[in-house]
């Protein structure tokens, strides 16, 4: 496994503004992906960060909205850009430690709450 | 497009119970299936299944895959207070589709 840690943990934005969350990891990896989880609702796939190139985003989430840095092999930013209430969620980073397993690791998430 | 259905959505029993959680799923590119357990905000990874019939075991918990009926199950025996979490299936490839949970509720 990995140790994951995500910064902030929580935080409470107004609308229109930008909030840019943090994942570390304590060892490279190759894949990392962020989630989001609205109330009540599963984890859907936002994007796979890729080391080194534009991250590739699902269906339904675009670039703009949700920018992605990924630097190096143990750190990725996700921004939720022009905050509105329907962006309130849980953000998770995950990684995939080893492609021969296909294992995923969360992070402990960014609770995001937009007024 | 990818669908993964988990069966009940909640349910309620008493400690002590033994309580079985159902994912069937239908994905374009299956190399594993996963379970995971939420109780905050993180999932915590409880088991990756790729094999038909081989049971995996860690505890109280037991899982099985059955890939030629597209389904697994997750089972829990001698369920504690500490089992309440919601239980999540996830189906995929690197990309993971995820049902909608389980929410189990253990009573003292």
């Known amino acids: 496994s990995a140790v994951i840690s995500q910064k902030p943990s929580r935080d409470i934005c107004q609308r229109g503004t930008s909030l840019t969350i943090q994942c570390q990891v304590d060892s490279q990896v190759t894949m990392m992906f962020w989630y989001r989880q609205q109330p009540g609702q599963s984890l859907t796939l936002i994007a796979t960060?890729?080391?080194?190139?534009?991250?590739?985003?699902e269906s339904g989430f675009v670039i703009d909205k949700f920018p992605i840095s990924r630097p190096n092999l143990t750190f990725s930013t996700l921004t939720v850009s022009n905050m509105s209430p329907e962006d309130s969620s849980i953000y998770l980073c995950?990684?995939?430690?080893?492609?021969?397993?296909?294992?995923?690791?969360f992070g402990p998430g960014t609770r995001l709450t937009v007024l | 497009e990818d669908k993964v259905v988990q069966s009940p959505l909640s349910l309620v029993v008493h400690e002590g119970d033994t309580v079985t959680l159902n994912c069937s799923y239908e994905v374009t590119n299956f190399r594993s299936l996963l379970w995971y357990k939420q109780e905050k905000k993180a999932p915590t990874f409880l088991f990756m299944l790729t094999s038909s019939g081989i049971e995996k075991k860690s505890g109280r918990l037991s899982s099985i895959l059955d890939k030629k009926e597209l389904f697994s199950i997750l089972n829990i025996t001698a369920t504690q207070t500490g089992d309440s979490a919601v239980y999540l299936c996830a189906v995929g490839d690197y990309k993971l589709s995820f049902g909608a949970g389980t929410t189990v509720t253990v009573r003292a």
């Open positions: 960060a890729n080391q080194g190139s534009e991250a590739t985003y």
């Open positions: 995950s990684v995939e430690t080893d492609r021969a397993y296909n294992e995923q690791f």
